[in-house]
T-cell receptor, first 115, second 113 residues
């Protein structure tokens, strides 16, 4: 069981470039989340998918799009990267949010730098 | 939306002493309160959580207390050890986390030998 995996681990982009961060889980979880972590800011929710086929905005969705490709995979896309999007991005998953099995398990993170 | 405040931002304690980290939340509808530990360069990992129908929960050296009336909850670590050094985050959520977690800004816990 790999748990939650993310690719790539590191990425450097130039302003205006696009990229997709990939996330996959093998725990048969229904709910998946994307967070960003900036120094001194804690983690902030970008988007989430409570179940396959649904996505919703979190606290800081501007500049991002997501796709819940199937039950296992949830990707985050930056269409036109900006220096303000330099951050560490974490994907997380849970069995079914609100079910009583709410623990969110985090992936190892992607460290993104936008120049 | 929900707002979570966490104090202190840095906490230094002697090995063997206790550490207490406090959080307040703004949304009275929040019902799920997890605590995460994050070591440098690693992912956050859940150490304990509590739901709004419970006032206290313990797991060995770690305990969490919740005061719904005052909208605050606290993490207590007893008999601290060097491996407890890390950044700790509290979080809150409505609907048991269904719409994601709102995190505090973190507490850097330093265990002095």
């Amino acid at each position: 069981n790999a748990g939650v995996t993310q690719t790539p681990k590191f990425q450097v982009l130039k302003t205006g470039q696009s990229m997709t961060l990939q996330c996959a889980q093998d725990m048969n979880h229904n709910s998946m989340y994307w967070y960003r972590q900036d120094p001194g800011m804690g983690l902030r929710l970008i988007y989430y998918s409570a179940s396959e086929g649904t996505t919703d905005k979190g606290e800081v969705p501007n500049g991002y799009n997501v796709s819940r490709l199937n039950k296992r995979e949830f990707s985050l896309r930056l269409e036109s990267a900006a220096p303000s999007q330099t951050s560490v991005y974490f994907c997380a998953s849970s069995v079914l949010a609100g079910s009583g099995s709410d623990t969110q398990y985090f992936g190892p993170g992607t460290r993104l730098t936008v120049l | 939306g929900e707002n979570v405040e966490q104090h202190p931002s840095t906490l230094s304690v002697q090995e063997g002493d206790s550490a207490v980290i406090k959080c307040t939340y703004s949304d009275s509808a929040s019902n799920y309160f997890p605590w995460y530990k994050q070591e440098l360069g690693k992912r956050p990992q859940l150490i304990i959580d509590i739901r709004s129908n419970v006032g206290e929960k313990k797991d060995q050296r770690i305990a969490v207390t919740l005061n719904k009336t005052a909208k605050h909850f606290s993490l207590h670590i007893t008999e601290t050890q060097p491996e407890d050094s890390a950044v700790y985050f509290c979080a809150a959520s409505r609907r048991g986390g269904a719409d994601g977690l709102t995190f505090g800004k973190g507490t850097h816990l330093i265990i002095q030998p």
